[in-house]
């Protein structure tokens, strides 16, 4: 099996070490994994603004790049629901293609649980009381629910009940450049039902980076940590 993996431009520039772990992870679980140079940006910002002759273009960067891949892996529920869901719209020039990347296409923990079968992967986070923030598009766009919380626990991480772990945090992408009051207040809302636990992670940067922002300016003692690496971290204690 060939997986390619996406890091994306918030992996790349900030979860660096989150990417590295996800190719951990997979080569762990005995897939061939490379990182194609060629990769770009999925588009999602383009075509969140409307500029859809750029994300077009993107995404055919996207689709000449991945396009041999037997699987597309993603530590990103957001790129990775941009090019499951609506890919197949933007280049309806290349449809059949555009189509089956989409459906060769998984955000990391999905990949894992569903296609792989692993359920175990360790018991390195035995004692770690983690929060799990369910993205907007992992969780409506992708149906990634119970698939990486699955995973914490068998790595003995105890997942507390957090009442609102399926709100937005406010980040969207561009909207919390455009309405920042707007988004540091979803933000707000959200940790302030934050229970007490050692981590919070989510399968996505964007959402993590609003969140920790916000809970570093109110000195919060919790880590923010991407899933791969809490995943791998669990298999490495």
Not at 5 to 24: E, I, K, N, P, S
Not at 208 to 223: A, H, K, M, V
């Amino acid at each position: 099996m060939k997986v390619s993996l996406f890091a994306t431009c918030l992996g790349d520039q900030f979860y660096a070490d989150a990417c590295v772990d996800a190719v951990r992870l997979l080569r762990y679980a005995g897939v061939d994994v490379d990182v194609p140079r060629s990769q770009t940006c999925c588009g999602q910002p383009a075509y969140n603004t409307g500029r859809r002759p750029e994300a077009i273009r993107m995404a055919h960067q996207t689709l000449d790049t991945f396009g041999s891949a037997d699987y597309l892996v993603l530590p990103s529920g957001s790129c990775a629901g941009m090019i499951r869901c609506f890919y197949p719209d933007l280049m309806k020039n290349n449809l059949e293609h555009a189509q089956a990347l989409a459906d060769r296409t998984y955000e990391l923990s999905d990949f894992l649980v569903e296609v792989l079968g692993i359920q175990d992967l360790g018991s390195g986070l035995t004692g770690k009381r983690i929060a799990y923030h369910h993205s907007c598009h992992a969780l409506r766009e992708l149906g990634v629910c119970n698939q990486p919380i699955s995973l914490l626990k068998n790595c003995g991480a105890e997942v507390v009940t957090w009442g609102a772990d399926e709100e937005c945090c406010g980040f969207g992408g561009l909207f919390s450049a455009k309405l920042p009051e707007v988004s540091a207040a979803m933000a707000d809302r959200k940790l302030d039902t934050l229970p007490d636990v050692d981590f919070v992670t989510s399968t996505d940067g964007g959402c993590l980076l609003q969140l920790s922002g916000r809970g570093n300016r109110r000195r919060l003692p919790t880590q923010f940590r991407h899933l791969a690496s809490l995943l791998w971290e669990g298999i490495g204690s």
